[in-house]
């Protein structure tokens, strides 16, 4: 069976199972619209470059469309056929496809900080090859990969590696009390490794960014070094726009 992670930009990814075609986190309709079609599109979190109604208005509406707990009200009005709200535990058939809900580390909330929507992260699996998708991390604790990284092997990750500000500045913000909102380079590939997973993507950078402090591929080439400085570099697969990474079993199929 054919499998690949197609990196459309920022976090929005699509994951193709053979015929099987799921998008996540789509942003920006001319992105989303390339790829189609897709049967199923699931959403990590509620923020407005996660969940972006002006995307989501555009898309198929006959899909089926999985948000997190608490943010069906958001996209009650768009049309789609069938809403599901999603939390850590939840298991979905999407065509041949296991989608199962996974927890991660962000702040809840759309516009300001609440206990609703929550944040998710996704698995994807199906013949063997599993995809994990993470939305986005903060700088705080992290034994929840420990635990996902228990519970399946996983193929590839997609992990941030930034925002909108330089890679030093979640950094920097570590230990004070938004725990730097979005994880760095460095942090990324750690929580790869304790994923135990065979491939990092490195997705949310060089597509929404303030120029004026870093390059758009600041995020990434930190994330090369690191892992070349750490000897984990086959760990490591940045993708263009666009670009695919082909998946296959541990043992080759």
């Given at each position: 069976?054919?499998?690949?992670?197609?990196?459309l930009?920022h976090?929005?990814?699509l994951?193709?199972?053979?015929?099987?075609?799921i998008?996540i986190?789509p942003?920006?309709?001319?992105?989303?619209?390339?790829v189609?079609p897709y049967?199923?599109?699931l959403?990590t979190h509620?923020?407005?470059d996660?969940?972006?109604?002006?995307?989501?208005?555009?898309?198929?509406k006959?899909?089926k469309?999985?948000?997190p707990?608490g943010?069906?009200?958001?996209?009650a009005?768009?049309?789609f056929?069938?809403?599901?709200e999603?939390?850590p535990?939840?298991?979905f058939?999407?065509?041949?496809?296991d989608?199962?809900a996974v927890?991660?580390r962000?702040d809840?909330?759309?516009?300001k900080?609440?206990?609703?929507p929550?944040?998710?992260?996704?698995?994807?699996?199906r013949?063997?090859?599993?995809?994990?998708?993470?939305?986005?991390?903060?700088?705080s604790?992290y034994d929840?990969?420990?635990?996902?990284?228990r519970?399946?092997?996983?193929?590839?990750?997609?992990?941030?590696i930034?925002?909108?500000?330089p890679?030093?500045?979640?950094?920097a913000r570590?230990?004070?009390?938004?725990?730097?909102?979005?994880?760095?380079?460095e942090?990324?590939?750690g929580?790869?490794?304790?994923?135990s997973?065979?491939?990092?993507?490195?997705?949310?950078?060089?597509?929404?960014?303030?120029?004026?402090?870093?390059s758009a591929?600041?995020?990434?080439?930190q994330?090369?070094?690191?892992?070349s400085?750490?000897?984990a570099?086959e760990?490591?697969k940045v993708l263009?726009?666009?670009q695919?990474l082909a998946?296959?079993?541990r043992?080759?199929?």
């Amino acid at each position: 069976m054919n499998a690949q992670v197609i990196w459309l930009g920022h976090a929005t990814a699509l994951v193709a199972f053979g015929d099987e075609r799921i998008l996540i986190d789509p942003l920006g309709r001319k992105r989303a619209l390339s790829v189609a079609p897709y049967s199923t599109v699931l959403i990590t979190h509620s923020h407005v470059d996660h969940l972006n109604r002006w995307t989501l208005s555009k898309l198929d509406k006959s899909v089926k469309l999985i948000v997190p707990k608490g943010a069906a009200g958001i996209v009650a009005n768009l049309g789609f056929r069938e809403v599901l709200e999603a939390e850590p535990g939840d298991h979905f058939s999407c065509g041949g496809v296991d989608v199962i809900a996974v927890e991660t580390r962000h702040d809840s909330g759309r516009w300001k900080r609440s206990d609703k929507p929550i944040c998710i992260g996704y698995i994807l699996q199906r013949n063997g090859i599993v995809v994990h998708h993470a939305g986005d991390v903060d700088m705080s604790t992290y034994d929840v990969f420990d635990q996902i990284g228990r519970d399946f092997r996983i193929d590839a990750t997609l992990l941030p590696i930034g925002g909108i500000l330089p890679p030093w500045y979640y950094r920097a913000r570590r230990h004070k009390i938004d725990t730097g909102v979005h994880i760095c380079p460095e942090t990324a590939l750690g929580i790869a490794q304790r994923l135990s997973a065979r491939t990092m993507v490195p997705i949310h950078w060089g597509t929404l960014n303030l120029r004026l402090f870093h390059s758009a591929k600041a995020p990434s080439d930190q994330l090369i070094q690191i892992a070349s400085a750490q000897e984990a570099s086959e760990l490591v697969k940045v993708l263009g726009h666009g670009q695919e990474l082909a998946l296959t079993t541990r043992d080759g199929a």
